[in-house]
């Protein structure tokens, strides 16, 4: 014989299920609502994955360059290649002799015969340096003020990479990607707040069109809980239809961008990278898109049930 509470808990899901085939046009309409939001979403959180995958390949580029005096000892560029290497903001440290420095001068300006001729005609005048890659763009300064210092500008023959006007506009660049990173998140966590907003006033609406149903319910002795539950289940069911459909909304959009736009990006937001990041993680995005819309569909439903309920007792 079956226990009472797996009885109680059948029928509440079966009622769900019921709930949901009856009211076509309600349910049509909170899943219409919740896909919207659920697209917005998913295409924010694709877009903010693409742009910060753009800032980081501008990023990555930011490096200092320690330009080296030719009467440099050995042992004071490896005591100075020691020390760079042992500051916090410091990734890696790369020595480029006068050798390599010329060979990729001359790589650089192979289509320019009037540059490579004129290198030519003296002995190689490209000093040696240090190429300094940053743990963290946005905190040169420190790497700056060490290269600042009397003992390591003696070593130097002529000022760092990051200095003038590259230092302006590596400045710049670091601050508008952190406050583009940084307004993609309140972005995601605005149109999450929207969209939980929405939904409550749609399940709210549906349960106001069935309080007298619902009422009779109380009156023969139903629980809070048995009332409630097939209302979470529908609306569970709402999410559920509603990411499926967001995500073959937002697959379409992105397969048809990526074939339309091929490699090409809009501003800093490459579709291409946007249509594989979504192709490779498909599942991942299927698992939290439905995730997400049983969530929010569960959570808008508990919560307008709550208070309606209290609204009659």
Partial sequence: MKDHKYITFERIVKNGFVNFGRNVWIAI????????????????????????HSIESITDRIDVSVYLKDD?????????????????????????????ALK????????????????????????ASLKIKPANPN?????????????????????????????AAID??????????????????VFIIISMLIIFNTIRMAIFNRRDELLI?????ASTAYIRGPFIVETMLYGAVAAAISLVICWTLFRVASSTLQASSLGLLDISYSSRYFSDHLFSILSIQLLVGILIGAASSAVATRRYLKLNR
């Fill in 139 to 167: 905190q040169l300064q420190s790497i700056k003020d060490f290269l600042d210092k009397p003992e390591v500008l003696v070593l130097q023959s002529d000022p760092t990479s990051y200095s003038g006007d590259r230092k």
């Fill in 29 to 52: 309409a909170a899943i219409a609502m919740m896909a919207i939001t659920l697209t917005i979403l998913l295409f924010a959180i694709v877009a903010n994955t693409t742009f910060n």
């Fill in 104 to 127: 990729q001068y001359t790589a650089q300006n192979a289509s320019n015969p009037a540059l490579l001729a004129a290198i030519s005609q003296t002995d190689n005048p490209l000093p």
């Fill in 217 to 221: 319910m109380r009156l023969l002795g």
């Fill in 172 to 189: 710049k660049i670091t601050s508008a990607t952190h406050f583009f990173q940084q307004a993609g998140i309140v972005g995601i966590t």
């Fill in 72 to 100: 440099i000892k050995d042992s004071q560029r490896d005591q100075l290649i020691k020390q760079v290497k042992a500051l916090d903001n410091v990734e890696s440290v790369t020595y480029i002799s006068k050798n390599d």
